[in-house]
Nanobody
Framework: QVQLVESGGGLVQTGDSLRVSCAAS????????MGWFRQAPGKERAFVAA??????LYADSVKGRFTITSDNAKNTVYLQMNSLKPEDAASYYC???????????????WGQGTQVTVSS
């Protein structure tokens, strides 16, 4: 069992940067693929980024602007978001799974989400 708690969301302006965090507890953090998804009102949950070991995967819409990293000593994964756009506004969810995938259903554990609002 893995428990995930996101933090760091907030209100920013277009072009600003923001880092959201996901603290994991429970089973060994480093054995899981960690991912970030986002969901805007009225839209489906969408893949943002994932990492496993030294490999990272990004959605085309965030590539070059967002970076996923982890601190295994702190059991925490981060999503650094730069050059934010209004279309990045959403609830951001952390997820843990056994397989790196763009599909939300492939992840076993989810956090409660943290809200990111981007004003134009």
């Amino acid at each position: 069992q893995v428990q995930l708690v996101e933090s760091g969301g907030g209100l920013v302006q277009t072009g600003d940067s923001l880092r959201v965090s996901c603290a994991a507890s429970g089973r060994t953090f480093s054995t899981y693929v960690m991912g970030w998804f986002r969901q805007a009102p009225g839209k489906e949950r969408a893949f943002v980024a994932a990492m496993s070991g030294g490999t990272a995967l990004y959605a085309d819409s965030v590539k070059g602007r967002f970076t996923i990293t982890s601190d295994n000593a702190k059991n925490t994964v981060y999503l650094q978001m730069n050059s934010l756009k209004p279309e990045d506004a959403a609830s951001y969810y952390c997820a843990a799974g056994r397989v790196m995938s763009l599909i939300s259903g492939r992840y076993d554990y989810w956090g409660q989400g943290t809200q990111v609002t981007v004003s134009s």
